[in-house]
Nanobody, 124 residues
Framework: QVQLVESGGGLVQAGGSLRLSCAFS????????MGWFRQAPGSEREFVAA????????YYSDSAKGRFTISRGNAKNAVELQMNSLEPEDTAVYYC?????????????????WGQGTQVTVSS
């Protein structure tokens, strides 16, 4: 069974940076595509970024493009999300997700495994 544990969330001022990390265990990490999603209060969970199992392709939402970077370390069994130039609109719970077989990595339905989430709060 895949287990995902996020860390790195917190409170930051607008314009600041945070680096989220997701520790993967239970299966062979290097065979799983990984994604980051977020959910703000009263909103649906939305796609932020994804990376293929090999790390050769990355995908970003329009709001994340140019500000966020997803990366993975297959030796560390972890995926990270570097978030720069944070805005109050980025405030949400951020979730890590994993899937082995989907060919489209942006929808939430593509992922079978989810972490518990880490809170990111950006103050203005």
């Amino acid at each position: 069974q895949v287990q995902l544990v996020e860390s790195g969330g917190g409170l930051v001022q607008a314009g600041g940076s945070l680096r989220l990390s997701c520790a993967f265990s239970g299966r062979t990490f290097s065979t799983y595509h990984m994604g980051w999603f977020r959910q703000a209060p009263g909103s649906e969970r939305e796609f932020v970024a994804a990376i293929t199992w090999s790390g050769d392709r990355t995908y970003y939402s329009d709001s994340a493009k140019g500000r966020f970077t997803i990366s993975r370390g297959n030796a560390k069994n972890a995926v990270e999300l570097q978030m720069n130039s944070l805005e109050p609109e980025d405030t949400a719970v951020y979730y890590c997700a994993a899937d082995r077989s989907s060919s489209v990595l942006t929808p939430t339905r593509s992922y079978n495994y989810w972490g518990q989430g880490t809170q990111v709060t950006v103050s203005s």
